[in-house]
Every structure is written in C-alpha cells, then in structure tokens.
C-alpha cells in the first residue's frame, strides 16, 4: 500500500459508477416539449442527415445543390435538400456533435452520415470509418467501457457503394476519436500507425455509441486535410486537393441517401 497520503486510487471514467445504466433526469424530447422550441413546427425535417464542419463544404452544398433553411435554434440550422438535411456543426468534438445528433433523434431522424476532415496517420486521402476507438469521454457515458466503436454495417457498405460510383478512390480504415487534438503525442501516434489506423478525428466514436444506444443508422467517412508524420505535422487545410476531396465526398454521401 502506498504511503503518499495524496495518493488517489486508480479510477474508471466517469465517476459514477455504471452510470451508462441509470435513468436521466430528461431526454433530448423534452426540448422541445417543455423549453420554447415547443412552438415551431418541426414537421418538414427530413429523417437523413449529413454532418458536415466547414463553411465553405456548406457554401459549396448551396450553391450546387440549393436548400431550405431551417433554423432551428442558436446551436442548429439544417439545409434540406429533397429528403435530406445538411448540418454543418458550429462546436467541435464529440460532445457538441452527440448532443446536435440526439436532438435531430428526437425530432425523427434515423440515418446519418458523418462526412468530416481528419488527420492522417500515414498520408493525404479518402477514408471509409469501419470502427473507431474510443478515446472520448462522450460515449462512456452511453455504454460501458470498450476499446471500439462500430458503426452500421449496411449504411457503411452503402457509403462505400456510392464512393465508388462517384470514382473517388478511398480505403477502410479504423479511425482513432480523441477529444484533445493538441495532444495528440508522438507515442501515440506510432502505436496506432503500426495497429494500421490511418485517420484521426474528433467525432465518430460518440456518434456511433449514440446512434446505437437510440436505434438508428449511421456511418462515416474522411478526407485528411493534414498528415501526422513521423517527425513532422503537415497541415494543408486550404490545399485545392483537400477541398476536392471534401466537396466530392459530400456528393457522394448525398448521392448514398437521396431517394
């Protein structure tokens, strides 16, 4: 036993223990039951979705395909499209895209596409996300602990059918979901290299937890918009073959969905 009167026993996130099994206090229906979101008509909501996270993916979503825009509060405005509604995310990391996601739940939506940026492990690319570890804190809050997080089988391989209509070349990959990017350490990044995780980002294991845990549909795919190489970070977040590849990945996710 230790002798370091501060010592604090090793514990397992979150606090309470086995909290993924209690009852919370109110769901996300009760938005928009009991606050003044209870006034608008929500009846027009598609029950797809796009997420997105750059502006100019949601100017260019405008002004090739047009929309309707749906504003549903300060956090929230979707851009319907036939039977689909494009969101772009205005916060960044799991806990804002699992809460905008349980929200569009609650008002009838049932199949999402997560179509974001990530880093690279190993180079520049499109990426197909057939599971993601679980480096949030988001989803252990839905579930008990586990290593990874697996998105729906069919939606995915739908996806994948589409990326490949639109000839956009890609790879399956397990993405690695983290809630720091500036902490991102050297260490780490070799482990998941030499395990063949090719992509980083901030979302996909939350959402798939979520979409789980509410019985709905979602998969996800990436284009790196910077590499994390073995002795050097290289961003190129404006580059014309990044954005290439971000706008046509959204053709596709909108090719995989629409009717």
């Known amino acids: 036993m230790s002798n370091n009167k ?31 979101l209870a006034r608008k008509n929500y009846k027009k909501l598609p029950e797809k979705y796009i997420f997105i996270y750059y502006p100019k993916v949601l100017n260019y979503f405008k002004r090739r395909y047009g929309a309707r825009k749906i504003r549903l509060y300060r956090m929230t405005t979707v851009y319907k499209y036939r039977n689909i509604g494009v969101v772009q995310m205005t916060g960044i990391g799991s806990p804002h895209a699992a809460t905008i996601m349980e929200e569009l739940i609650a008002l009838g939506g049932k199949e999402f596409l997560n179509v974001g940026s990530a880093g690279g492990l190993r180079e520049f ?3 197909l996300c057939e599971r993601a ?27 994948g059918d589409s990326l490949r209509k639109s000839k956009i070349p890609f790879e399956k990959t397990t993405s690695w979901t983290i809630d720091t990017p500036y902490r991102e350490t050297k260490a780490e990044i070799r482990k998941y290299r030499k395990q063949g995780v090719a992509t980083v980002e ?17 998969a996800s795919a990436f284009a790196v918009t910077d590499v994390l190489g073995h002795d050097k970070w290289n961003p190129q977040f404006d580059a014309r073959h990044v954005n290439k590849r971000l706008y046509r990945l959204l053709d596709a996710a909108i090719r995989c969905l629409v009717k």
């Open 6 to 36: 501060n010592h604090v026993p090793n514990m397992v996130y979150p606090n309470f223990k086995n909290k993924h099994l209690k009852q919370a206090l109110f769901n996300p229906h009760d938005l928009f039951i009991n606050t003044p």
């Open 125 to 127: 690319g499109t990426f």
């Open 133 to 159: 570890i679980r480096d949030e804190g988001t989803s252990y809050h839905y579930v008990p602990h586990g290593k990874y997080a697996y998105p729906d089988k069919g939606l995915t391989a739908r996806l």
């Open 202 to 218: 901030m979302e996909s294991s939350a959402l798939f937890i979520v979409a789980g845990v509410r019985k709905v549909k979602i």
